[in-house]
């Protein structure tokens, strides 16, 4: 058998479009997120990328009527929805909007009052931050040009360590991919649902837009988007009531539960809808299990159990108890990664890394020699040696997980804010015995916040799509590379730019423009001023945590059809499910109810029905967003 001619995607047509095409986003999430205070880098697939992906197509279709053999082929559309996605992760509110406030914060905001100059100002790594209050009083106050010689002077040496720094965790993450790829994609064969849109979207073959079901779903939820974004500027048309609303109660046993929120995303559905269906379960099962434990302990009066029941610390040690399993369940492979990485057992067969993004060898070595120098890059930035080494271990948990999580239920937001080294360290060490100097590397070195934008689950999921759509995964490979080095820059670079122009404390930003620097800083204030010891009440629960995570990674193997998924109990203390446990029920309902009545069968045609109501939603919702900015008035938002 002769196997298809592989595509292309890495080509200079399509690197012009994304080099054109990456500040321009940048600009959008700015006005999104800074200015407008809405999130489109909460959710993947990121709505702004199907949407600039759409419009692609749309004059691709064009073209390809004029002249079909200059028209872009699935690998290059592919390669600009893999490149801007990382673009967006980069440039979003979580990762260098939160480090770009953070950078000079403490100079420009130091009183005698708050007494930052000597808690902490001589403990600031100089190479990652910016003290020259001749170069931020234009970054605060604006009217200026980031152009100036004192201006870029200063901030180039400063995005030079922070692109040093991001590409060393880009290169551990494209090194661990490439030891785990095997074992996920083919052996386990997770389904990575969070692809599927834009694979149906690219592929000629697939019938995609041809097919009836998906423009019914595209019907329904860009109509509702589009009925609420008119009843948004004519009140007088009514609304319906998808985007979230919160309610409370004064009376029990409603009023135990604090604040209930209700939403009916079409998208989430959409999306949730491609979620395993004992994952679903399994999710759904735990949310209700944390509301009610949270109820109970209101009901018996254990206010003096205020974080009662530890949702946090249990999930750092379910976390820990899931790499344990992931290492387990896949001891086979990676034993035989190790071999092959060893000089002394020989080279590994070409049949066997031709396939893969480097060699086996190349990946474990590199893993090894990239953790030793990230933990020496946060070394220089102030970190004791063992806290830098601990550091970069812990740093891989949460990002390992939420990879795996992707590729295998698709939940598509993953906010773990407290399962962050930093509050891993606080919980079992105490900030008394780590001391000022690693308290305040460990507010500057924090990479990013609630692990919403995460560079590794789109990694993996790049190799995923090159593996689906026959394209070469060292050139998928180099398309990583080069999407992260020039988002790195160009998020600087947009943000800056503006920065310089507007303020960032004029008032034209929105509160977290300065509210990530006010938020570490007067954390670690806290962390100074009132030192603590070891939480010994938390370090329980991240054992029962752990515990209780290797009780269900046992039962899943021990009897395969008990519908609990270990997955489902680190979800459902995903701190946005509050926000989706009705498009979670929903999504459960049906797809029991198609795979009951229907069989394997319909639920395979229904498919394109829930990816419309993504889709529909999608461009529906950015084109509000979109006229939001252009006519520069509020519009309606179709998430948060």
């Known amino acids: 058998m002769t196997s298809l001619p592989q595509q292309r995607a890495l080509t200079w047509r399509i690197l012009c479009i994304f080099a054109i095409s990456a500040p321009i986003n940048c600009y959008f999430l700015i006005q999104m997120e800074l200015v407008r205070y809405t999130f489109p880098t909460w959710v993947v697939p990121l709505s702004n990328v199907i949407f600039i992906l759409t419009t692609v197509m749309l004059m691709n279709g064009v073209v390809r009527l004029l002249k079909d053999n200059f028209a872009l082929g699935q ?104 030891i785990l790829r095997r074992q996920w994609a083919q052996r386990e064969r997770l389904t990575f649902p969070i692809i599927q849109l834009p694979l149906a979207m690219t592929n000629p073959a697939s019938g995609f837009f041809r097919n009836k079901r998906m423009w019914i779903g595209f019907a329904i939820a860009a109509g509702i988007s589009l009925f609420n974004g008119l009843s948004h500027l004519y009140p007088v048309i009514p609304h319906i009531p998808v985007t979230r609303r919160f309610f409370s109660f004064q009376e029990p046993p409603l009023s135990l539960y604090g604040t209930i929120i209700t939403a009916f995303y079409p998208f989430a559905i959409g999306i949730m809808f491609l979620m395993p269906l004992d994952v679903l379960f399994s999710t759904t ?105 601990t550091f970069a271990v812990l740093f891989l948990i949460t990002p390992l997980v939420t990879t795996r999580i992707r590729a295998e239920s698709g939940i598509f937001v993953h906010a773990y804010h407290w399962q962050a080294p930093r509050y891993i360290l606080n919980t079992i060490l105490g900030t008394h015995r780590l001391g000022a100097r690693n308290l305040t590397a460990l507010s500057v070195c924090f990479f990013n916040r609630d692990y919403r934008p995460q560079q590794m689950p789109h990694q993996l999921e790049a190799f995923k799509i090159a593996e689906l759509a026959n394209i070469n995964q060292r050139r998928m490979l180099l398309t990583v590379i080069i999407a992260t080095v020039f988002g790195v820059i160009v998020a600087l670079w947009v943000q800056l730019h503006f920065y310089y122009k507007f303020g960032a404390d004029s008032g034209y930003f929105g509160p977290w423009a300065l509210g990530y620097g006010r938020e570490y800083f007067g954390r670690l204030t806290n962390w100074i001023t009132y030192p603590i010891n070891t939480d010994w009440l938390g370090v329980i629960f991240i054992g029962i945590g752990f515990s209780v995570m290797m009780v269900l990674t046992y039962l899943r193997v021990k009897f395969f059809w008990l519908p609990l998924h270990p997955l489902g109990y680190v979800m459902a203390s995903n701190q946005e499910m509050s926000d989706l446990w009705i498009p979670l029920l929903i999504a459960l309902t049906l797809k029991w109810l198609i795979l009951r009545h229907g069989g394997i069968q319909s639920y395979r045609r229904a498919i394109p029905f829930f990816l419309g109501l993504v889709l529909g939603d999608y461009l529906m919702g950015s084109t509000w967003s979109l006229l939001n900015i252009l006519l520069n008035t509020t519009m309606y938002q179709f998430y948060p």
């Not at 949270?294 to 976390?319: D, M």
Request: charged fraction near 15%; proline fraction near 4%.
């Open 285 to 389: 099962l735990f949310y209700f299990l944390y509301r009610n434990e949270v109820a109970l302990a209101k009901a018996v009066g254990w206010s003096s159990i205020p974080r009662f029941p530890y949702l946090n610390e249990q999930t750092i040690g379910a976390f820990v108890g899931l790499c344990f399993f992931f290492g387990w369940t896949g001891k086979r492979h990676f034993s035989a990664v190790l071999r092959r990485a060893l000089p002394s057992r020989g080279r590994e067969p070409p049949s066997e890394q031709h396939d893969e993004p480097m060699s086996y060898r190349m990946a474990v070595w590199g893993l090894v020699l990239g953790v030793l120098l990230f933990a020496f890059l946060l070394y220089k930035a102030g970190m004791a040696v063992w806290l830098a080494l």
């Open 75 to 178: 690998g290059e559309l592919l390669f600009l929805y893999v490149t801007l996605s990382f673009a967006t992760s980069l440039a979003g509110c979580d990762v260098f909007q939160a480090i770009l406030s953070v950078l000079g914060h403490s100079f420009w905001f130091a009183t005698e009052e708050n007494e930052w100059r000597t808690l902490f100002w001589h403990h600031l790594p100089e190479w990652l931050t910016v003290s020259d209050r001749d170069a931020l009083r234009g970054y605060y106050l604006g009217e200026s040009s980031l152009y100036r010689p004192l201006h870029l002077r200063v901030w180039v040496p400063v995005v030079g360590a922070w692109l040093l720094l991001f590409s060393v965790i880009a290169f551990i993450f494209l090194c661990l991919n490439t």
